[in-house]
């Protein structure tokens, strides 16, 4: 499984972005896709996950009634809309894929970061 993050970018605190992951090669239904961020000096975090098959959502506290996590299934790509962004939202955001039991560990797979700044 390759997956192809994107979406980063500078925003100013109260804004929002989009973040995408593309996922291809071989893929299977019963997975979960993940968000994860790492922010500078800090350990990477969970951010969201979603269940492939059925949509299951699953949030880290820091995102919730923030961020979004969806897929689109034609597409095989999953996205995070972040919306009213706070500075501490700064990170490299990390997209992962596998077939964990537990949405928040346990990650096969993993794309290459994009970097999310939000200034004040």
């Known amino acids: 499984v390759q997956l192809q993050a994107s979406g980063g970018g500078l925003v100013q605190a109260g804004g929002s972005l989009r973040l995408s992951c593309a996922a291809s090669g071989r893929t299977f239904s019963s997975y979960y896709m993940g968000w994860f961020r790492q922010a500078p000096g800090k350990e990477r975090e969970f951010v969201a996950a979603?269940?492939?098959?059925?949509?299951?959502?699953y949030y880290a506290d820091s995102g919730k009634g923030r961020f979004t996590i969806s897929r689109d299934n034609a597409k095989n790509t999953v996205y995070l809309q972040m919306n009213s962004l706070k500075p501490e939202d700064t990170a490299v955001y990390y997209c992962?894929?596998?077939?964990?039991?537990?949405?928040?560990?346990?990650?096969?797979?993993w794309g290459q970061g994009t970097l999310v700044t939000v200034s004040s």
């Open positions: 979603i269940r492939w098959s059925g949509g299951t959502t």
């Open positions: 992962a894929a596998g077939f964990n039991t537990d949405p928040s560990i346990g990650y096969d797979f």
